[in-house]
């Protein structure tokens, strides 16, 4: 399973708002690996500087010294909607009879398809295969008389999961969609004010951490201050994996910090799963925290087991065959002087397809683990993601075509466990009706029947970011 995208915003005078966006990406890059982008404005031109890669590779001291202005947006991106390519590198940029604007999305609005056709009769034309862009040029051709206006029509029209920063020429604009799948958040920082996908990110510019914008909120800020705006709200759906993977464990999302919600799911594996043990091992590193709780619930010593290499999968250097058929050997590398012959309670985050556990189980079998119990903090995924998660078809899904007996003879574990989902909400402490479980319960909170496929928008690739009325 794969992260959704980051997204941040700033707005405020006499600092260096390309640097301080650039920071603030770098916190959020666990959200997104495979491109990264700033724009910024200085109110009369919007600059941007978008590649693929991680943000450390993107930009130069130089790009961020052309970056000039009191508003800007960045993003990182892995893509849920479009493939993998430099035309899909976000924000991306409108614009349509006098009017430009920027945009960085997080999520998946899964009716783009009708959209595109219709603004495309309209004579809008596309140069990416993203769904970002059909929100951007949506909001182009909405009606109203400033862009808070053209924003709510547009929300009225989108049907999915969507958390956006828009920057215009003299506004920064946030908005998070009716159901609030993805977070967003609000601060502050030296008489100006940021907006992002985590408050982690606040945290490593200095920010001040306000409050979570509301699912269905649109918040307008320029020099008059921050207007808010409520457009609607439906059933409020925020995606459960924020608090079991995707978000950092130092990021607090309604009003919850990650990492305590992670070692209280730790907690309840233990007490709906007890074993007799030596050591409790985390898979690193979202399922860290997760295991220390499951360590002090149970009184099983907790041991870093498995070492990772935070650096695999970041550089464009491919392995040749013979080191890619050693698979997660190159990410893990278990200890194996000192769990050799040693009982294990394994915590992981999930199961998705069943690809890469197996091998996490076999390395730690070829350290001389003598016993693997395996504790999953994740109910069973039987169902794929249509809200902005790049999960798995549902043929894919292992939990969908096995048993828990026919999944831990698959994955060689003497036992495991799943967390339920009733022991997975008390364990995040916010109410069940708030929350997405369609991966584990099949109960979509919009129709599934209109999901898209992520490269359903593809088009021969045109090597623009700009689309453009005709």
Not at 7 to 29: E, K, N, W
Not at 389 to 405: F, P
Not at 427 to 445: E, M, R
Request: glycine share 8%; with cysteine.
């Amino acid at each position: 399973m794969h992260e959704s995208c980051g997204i941040f915003g700033v707005y405020a005078h006499g600092i260096d708002i390309a640097r301080l966006t650039f920071f603030s990406l770098f916190a959020l890059q666990h959200r997104g690996q495979e491109s990264a982008g700033i724009a910024v404005t200085d109110g009369k031109e919007i600059r941007i500087r978008a590649k693929m890669g991680l943000v450390s590779q993107v930009f130069t001291e130089d790009d961020l010294s052309q970056l000039t202005g009191y508003i800007g947006i960045g993003h990182n991106r892995y893509s849920t909607a479009g493939s993998s390519k430099p035309a899909n590198v976000q924000p991306i940029i409108v614009k349509s009879e006098g009017l430009t604007l920027a945009l960085a999305h997080n999520g998946n609005v899964i009716n783009a398809k009708p959209l595109r056709d219709e603004l495309q009769s309209q004579g809008y034309s596309f140069h990416a295969s993203s769904d970002s862009e059909v929100i951007a040029n949506l909001v182009l051709a909405s009606p109203g008389k400033n862009w808070e206006e053209k924003v709510r029509h547009t929300m009225h029209r989108l049907q999915g999961a969507y958390s956006l920063t828009l920057m215009t020429e003299d506004e920064l604009i946030g908005v998070r969609d009716p159901m609030g799948v993805r977070p967003l958040c609000l601060g502050s920082i030296d008489g100006g004010w940021v907006i992002a996908s985590e408050s982690c990110a606040l945290d490593h510019i200095g920010a001040r951490f306000h409050r979570d914008i509301q699912p269905g909120e649109i918040v307008t800020i320029d020099d008059t201050g921050v207007r808010s705006l409520q457009v609607k709200s439906n059933k409020k759906s925020l995606c459960i994996f924020e608090y079991i993977y995707f978000a950092r464990p130092d990021s607090t999302i309604q009003g919850k910090l990650i990492y305590e919600a992670r070692q209280a799911m730790g907690e309840a594996l233990a007490q709906e799963y007890p074993v007799d043990a030596d050591f409790v091992i985390g898979v690193p590193d979202s399922a860290t925290a997760a295991a220390t709780g499951y360590s002090k619930a149970s009184g099983i010593p907790y041991l870093e087991g498995l070492l990772k290499n935070r650096y695999v999968g970041r550089t464009f250097i491919e392995p040749d065959q013979r080191l890619r058929d050693l698979g997660v050997q190159l990410k893990f590398n278990p200890l194996s002087r000192i769990i050799c012959g040693k009982r294990l309670v394994v915590v992981d985050d999930s199961i998705v397809r069943g690809t890469t556990t197996p091998h996490v189980i076999s390395l730690l079998r070829k350290a001389g683990a003598s016993e693997i119990h395996l504790r999953i903090c994740a109910p069973p995924i039987r169902y794929p993601c249509y809200l902005g998660v790049d999960m798995a078809s549902e043929w894919e899904l292992i939990a969908a075509r096995k048993t828990l007996s026919e999944i831990r003879e698959f994955l060689r574990a003497d036992s495991l466990g799943y967390l339920s989902v009733p022991s997975l909400i008390r364990s995040v402490g916010l109410p069940k009706d708030i929350f997405c479980l369609a991966c584990f319960t099949g109960n979509y909170p919009i129709p599934v029947q209109m999901g898209m496929d992520k490269l359903t928008l593809e088009t021969p690739p045109q090597g623009e970011l700009i689309a453009s009325q005709e």
